[in-house]
């Protein structure tokens, strides 16, 4: 039974509004290519969560009538000009003929589970397919994305990309072409195309505009097929600096504070893909001299670090955290980088080590910085040794930071200042410039470019050390850390906004 057609609301003119000289691939395909050429018309980019779409006559009503019903949806009407057009309708058959050079070599059921395997192995050798994967992994390097996703479902293939740590739609394609891509990046990534039943990891290495990138591989079987996620790690990529991550001059000193000590633990949280592992090496960067033996245990190792011994855990092989880490105790090592606490024997291992002189660099899933210690005692490590070895906490999120190019001031409302629970009893928004991205080709028109995180810096003192061995609450803990002088989450994510840095509903988005 098809879901009912609500009426959309009518289309707005905004003659102000530039087009832009790309659109979104995702947005194109919202439109059949036959309905735009007839109404000389093409989705461009979202702005607010409104749609804009660019069209060569907007004061045709008959035609915005028609797309009104075919979208469903509010819209923005942009004047295009009929070069425009054609350059973005030559884009998307450009695409959409690179595509139908793939789905040609296969018929809707062309594979099957009972399909010769050797049949299979010889169709993704063949240049569309190959042609075909490639472009979806340029594709997402050039657009700088951190992930590749490629998800079979019940009627087509879905292409995200994950930029700036938000998933973005790029493709849909027919499911004819499902199975020759999957198993053309099983036999990339060096995975038995035969075994579709269970999860399987792999890895990928090429060339791409001239600078190696590696792609960790990962594949899910669902009730669709198979389901692959790849991780784009650029090799050529340079550590980031602390200075560079977004730290406040204040929270950065704090920090800095700890991780110059010659031993003790220090503790970076967050959930995944926050940024944990990006701070802990620009922290090493620093530490990294000549005088001193560092070692890493990590799963996987995803970037190399000159002068830096780096251990990959290797379960199959017995090598897992807690062996590494005693056999590295054994190296005489200065300072150690423990990728995950995950038990309690790798945590009272790591603890130990902070206490006997060494410098303790590791990461913990955890909401804030004043539940990590607690954290560490509910796995079972004894409360007096997480007091005498931890020094310094710090909880992360990464937030999307505004495009420079098309960023512009702006007066946000009371409501809008409400919802990211701005606290005017500390701090008033007089004087103050806010800014928001209207969209550009530069960022892809999402008004954001790149990415800063946001901090929760705190360090352990003789007053928190006593409540976490009384086992106070976290929000005891919370309370005495923000007394002396912690900055949460939310407030250092504010304080950002304030500078121009990034968006009152990043804020929100990212930190509860």
């Not at 490639?134 to 994305?145: D, F, G, K, S, T």
């Not at 990728?339 to 990461?363: K, P, S």
């Not at 850390?481 to 009152?504: F, H, I, N, P, Y």
């Amino acid at each position: 039974m098809d879901a009912p057609t609500l009426p959309a609301p009518a289309a707005q003119v905004d003659d102000s509004t530039p087009a832009p000289e790309l659109s979104d691939p995702a947005l194109r395909a919202l439109l059949p290519e036959h309905i735009g050429h007839k109404y000389q018309a093409v989705p461009l980019r979202r702005e607010n969560g409104e749609l804009i779409v660019g069209m060569v006559t907007p004061g045709d009503l008959r035609a915005v009538d028609d797309l009104r019903a075919l979208l469903g949806e509010r819209f923005t009407r942009v004047a295009i000009t009929e070069t425009q057009f054609a350059d973005l309708l030559g884009e998307r058959r450009k695409l959409d003929q690179e595509v139908n050079n793939v789905a040609q070599i296969v018929v809707d059921d062309a594979f099957d589970e009972q399909q010769d395997l050797a049949s299979l192995r010889a169709v993704v050798e063949e240049a569309p397919i190959v042609k075909f994967v490639n472009l979806i992994i340029l594709q997402a390097v050039q657009e700088r994305a951190s992930d590749i996703h490629v998800e079979p479902t019940e009627h087509d293939l879905r292409i995200r990309y994950r930029i700036d740590g938000v998933l973005h739609e790029r493709m849909r394609q027919p499911r004819s072409i499902i199975p020759g891509v999957i198993s053309r990046l099983k036999v990339m990534a060096d995975i038995d195309i035969a075994e579709r039943r269970v999860p399987k990891d792999g890895r990928i290495s090429l060339t791409v505009d001239g600078a190696v990138v590696d792609l960790r591989v990962s594949t899910l079987p669902t009730v669709h097929g198979e389901k692959i996620v790849m991780r784009i790690l650029d090799r050529a990529s340079s550590v980031m600096s602390l200075a560079k991550l977004g730290f406040l001059p204040n929270q950065l000193a704090q920090y800095e504070h700890s991780f110059r000590k010659p031993y003790g633990a220090i503790l970076v949280t967050g959930p995944t893909g926050s940024g944990k592992t990006t701070t802990l090496y620009a922290t090493l960067n620093l530490l990294n001299v000549e005088s001193r033996n560092i070692v890493t245990v990590e799963d996987p190792v995803e970037y190399r670090l000159a002068n830096v011994n780096q251990v990959q855990v290797n379960p199959k092989a017995g090598l897992t955290f807690e062996n590494a880490l005693r056999s590295i105790l054994r190296q005489d090592p200065d300072i150690i980088l423990v990728g995950e606490i995950r038990d309690r024997e790798t945590g009272v291992i790591a603890i130990e080590a902070a206490l006997t002189g060494h410098l303790v660099l590791t990461t913990l899933h955890t909401n804030d910085a004043p539940s990590t210690p607690l954290r560490l005692i509910e796995m079972g490590i004894e409360p007096f040794l997480v007091t005498s070895a931890v020094d310094c906490v710090l909880a992360q999120r990464l937030a999307r930071r505004l495009c420079d190019r098309c960023k512009v001031p702006f007066v946000p409302t009371e409501l809008e200042l409400s919802a990211a629970k701005w606290d005017f009893s500390r701090a008033s928004i007089e004087g103050l410039v806010f800014y928001r991205g209207i969209g550009c080709p530069q960022c892809g028109g999402t008004g954001y470019r790149g990415r800063l995180a946001i901090h929760e810096v705190m360090v352990m003192s003789e007053e928190l050390d006593k409540l976490v061995v009384s086992r106070a609450s976290s929000e005891e803990v919370r309370r005495v850390a923000t007394e002396q002088g912690m900055m949460d989450l939310r407030s250092d994510g504010l304080a950002k906004v304030a500078l121009g840095l990034t968006t009152l509903s990043e804020v929100s988005r990212v930190v509860a």
